[in-house]
């Protein structure tokens, strides 16, 4: 019984939790907001504007959904102590485990909504478009860089994120030259911004006869979809467009065809590429986009007036500039050099049990 009184005890403690999270979450302000734009969407001339129509549609379905999840938390926390006390009336040790599973989900969920609040910059709530590059260390890199794809796609998946593969250059013997995917979903690049940087691997190669432990390094580059894209400048004379036989292991999403696009941005030396739509005009618009979300990525995180005002500036795949390790040998541990987080369960984080590192980044840049 003393485990059921302890677990009420806390269950209880969580409701002024709970209240001040809806206190930190605005859910008064943000009922207000949803019955306004209810009311746009009554308007007769709401369908006349298609783009601000499609927004006000997405921001209402967005603040509708916290709405609904925190108010679903507060139920499910009335239930399980509802649970908690009947147990405890009917001196019934037999839901000590259910009880228990559901205070930990709720302190869980809790947290979860706690990081949510954290995102508040302002693309934080957009799609991200993130590519993968090897740098030193040849097919060692370049399986690196494969290992790090599957990290975040896997990521994405336990998130039930969509992701869509837009470009893929295979490697010279295993891994790649380089990947880009789109993370489709709400706080997409809120959440992944943690992983844009190097990652570098120690561990003993397999490409390597002798068996020796090397050291690789890879990088993760995270920009968010911009709206309005197109409404970015880039000069004809400044951009090179060549294309190419689609390659990979893009499967049935890739056109085996010579209509896969790359795109060189003359002055700053960026490369952009698209080879899964299904035509040729459809990979250039598409790389088109990247290529601009990119530069304005870059004149924001640079604070510059212009897109002319983008010089290359790339930061070296390398030691000395990694934002996380990965070490397989001689012992397992991926640690965060920026916040200190760290995991010994290496095969959970490569396989996409990466919440620990995003959360303590966000915390850290809160402070």
Same mark, same amino acid.
């Given at each position: 019984?003393?485990?059921?009184?302890?677990?009420? !005890?806390?269950?209880?403690?969580?409701?002024?939790?709970?209240?001040?999270? $809806?206190?930190?979450?605005?859910?008064?302000?943000?009922?207000?907001?949803?019955?306004?734009?209810?009311?746009?969407?009554?308007d007769?001339?709401?369908?006349?504007?298609?783009?601000?129509?499609?927004?006000?549609?997405?921001?209402?379905?967005?603040? /509708?959904?916290?709405? @609904?999840?925190?108010?679903?938390?507060?139920?499910?926390?009335?239930d399980?102590?509802?649970?908690?006390?009947?147990?405890?009336e009917?001196?019934?040790?037999?839901?000590?485990?259910?009880?228990?599973?559901?205070?930990?989900?709720?302190?869980?969920? @809790?947290?979860?909504?706690?990081?949510?609040?954290?995102?508040?910059?302002?693309?934080?709530?957009?799609?991200?478009?993130?590519?993968? =590059?090897?740098?030193a260390?040849?097919?060692?890199?370049?399986?690196?860089?494969?290992?790090?794809?599957?990290?975040?796609?896997?990521?994405?998946?336990? =998130?039930? !994120?969509?992701?869509?593969?837009?470009?893929?250059?295979?490697?010279?013997?295993?891994?790649?030259?380089?990947?880009?995917?789109?993370?489709?979903?709400?706080?997409?690049?809120?959440?992944? *911004?943690?992983?844009? $940087?190097? =990652?570098?691997?120690? %561990?003993?190669?397999? #490409?390597?006869?002798?068996?020796?432990?090397?050291?690789?390094?890879?990088?993760?580059?995270?920009?968010?979809? #911009?709206?309005?894209?197109?409404?970015?400048?880039?000069?004809?004379?400044?951009?090179?467009?060549?294309? =190419?036989?689609?390659?990979?292991?893009?499967?049935?999403?890739?056109?085996?065809?010579?209509? &896969?696009? %790359?795109?060189?941005? /003359?002055?700053?030396?960026?490369?952009?590429?698209?080879?899964?739509?299904?035509?040729?005009?459809?990979?250039?618009?598409?790389?088109?986009?990247?290529? *601009?979300?990119?530069?304005?990525?870059?004149?924001i995180?640079?604070?510059?007036?212009?897109i @002319?005002?983008?010089?290359?500036n790339?930061?070296?795949?390398?030691?000395? &500039?990694?934002?996380?390790?990965?070490? #397989?040998?001689?012992?397992?541990?991926?640690?965060?050099? %920026?916040?200190?987080f @760290?995991?010994?369960?290496?095969?959970?984080?490569?396989?996409?049990?990466?919440? $620990? #590192?995003?959360?303590?980044?966000?915390?850290?840049?809160?402070k």
């Open positions: 019984m003393i485990a059921l009184e302890d677990a009420k !005890y806390k269950l209880i403690g969580m409701r002024a939790e709970l209240k001040e999270l $809806g206190s930190a979450l605005r859910i008064d302000e943000l009922k207000v907001t949803a019955d306004e734009l209810d009311k746009q969407t009554l007769p001339d709401f369908w006349s504007d298609q783009e601000n129509s499609s927004k006000v549609l997405q921001k209402l379905k967005q603040t /509708k959904d916290t709405i @609904e999840d925190y108010d679903a938390l507060c139920a499910r926390l009335e399980a102590i509802t649970l908690a006390e009947m147990a405890i009917e001196n019934d040790e037999a839901y000590v485990e259910e009880v228990q599973s559901e205070l930990d989900a709720i302190v869980k969920a @809790e947290e979860e909504k706690r990081i949510e609040i954290l995102l508040s910059g302002e693309y934080d709530k957009n799609n991200a478009i993130v590519s993968f =590059h090897p740098g260390g040849g097919t060692e890199a370049q399986d690196w860089a494969q290992m790090l794809y599957r990290m975040i796609t896997r990521w994405a998946e336990r =998130h039930n !994120y969509k992701y869509k593969l837009l470009d893929w250059l295979d490697g010279d013997a295993a891994g790649i030259k380089s990947a880009t995917i789109m993370v489709e979903g709400l706080n997409a690049y809120g959440y992944l *911004k943690a992983e844009n $940087g190097v =990652h570098r691997l120690v %561990r003993v190669s397999p #490409f390597d006869a002798a068996g020796r432990r090397q050291t690789s390094f890879a990088s993760i580059e995270v920009m968010p979809e #911009f709206d309005n894209i197109d409404k970015v400048e880039i000069r004809d004379e400044d951009i090179e467009v060549t294309a =190419h036989r689609s390659s990979g292991a893009g499967g049935q999403h890739i056109n085996k065809t010579d209509s &896969a696009i %790359r795109i060189l941005h /003359k002055p700053t030396g960026i490369v952009v590429g698209c080879q899964t739509e299904r035509s040729q005009l459809q990979n250039k618009e598409t790389a088109m986009k990247m290529l *601009k979300a990119k530069l304005m990525e870059i004149k995180r640079e604070r510059l007036d212009t @002319e005002d983008i010089q290359g790339k930061t070296n795949i390398e030691w000395g &500039a990694q934002i996380c390790s990965y070490v #397989f040998m001689p012992y397992t541990l991926a640690k965060d050099t %920026r916040t200190g @760290e995991d010994g369960n290496i095969s959970a984080v490569m396989d996409g049990e990466i919440d $620990g #590192f995003i959360n303590a980044y966000l915390k850290m840049n809160a």
